[in-house]
């Protein structure tokens, strides 16, 4: 099950769809994953609430993009909850010159992926979990969200 709350109304604003461009991405990375078990919750909000859950969870106190907070094992089979901030999100969108709807749809399975074990502190980590979600979003009709960064790298 994808739980999908919408707590800020500037992402319906700018992406009245949102609820189906999240669900639709959760849904193709939980597959990709061959995840068929519990659910995720995924919240859209602002700046401020993410920052605040930076803060309390990772003690770092600013707003970020998105957030995983992977639940711990359950009879349910809750994989944990994501939120995403609006703001940075549609910053990010802007500056890289990408549509909110795929930067949206991009964010949200990264966000899966970390759910379920995935990472990319080391340079094999990210290697494997930024193929994974090429793979994802070319099945969502999304391009490659490192295509454009991978002619600034030396």
């Known amino acids: 099950m994808i739980d999908i709350e919408i707590e800020d109304e500037a992402w319906l604003a700018a992406a ?9 991405a959760a849904a193709a990375a939980l597959t990709q994953i061959d995840f068929d078990g519990g659910g ?3 919240l859209l909000t602002d700046d401020e609430s993410v920052r605040e859950l930076n803060a309390r ?12 907070f ?3 094992q359950n009879p349910e089979g809750h994989l944990g909850d994501i939120a995403l901030a609006f703001g940075v ?3 990010e969108a802007t500056e890289q010159g990408k549509p909110l709807a795929h930067h949206l749809q991009h964010l949200v399975a990264h966000g899966v992926l ?3 074990g995935y ?3 080391t340079d ?22 490192y295509a454009a960064e991978q002619g600034d790298h030396d």
């Open 16 to 24: 009245p769809d949102a609820e189906l461009l999240v669900e639709d």
């Open 40 to 42: 995720v919750t995924i």
């Open 57 to 68: 969870f990772r003690q770092k106190d600013n707003a970020t993009n998105v957030l995983s």
């Open 70 to 72: 992977p639940a711990p």
């Open 89 to 91: 999100c549609a910053r």
């Open 114 to 116: 970390h759910l379920v």
């Open 119 to 121: 990472d990319h502190e």
């Open 124 to 145: 094999a980590e990210a290697e494997q979990m930024e193929g994974l979600e090429r793979v994802i979003l070319a099945g969502l009709g999304v391009p490659d969200p």
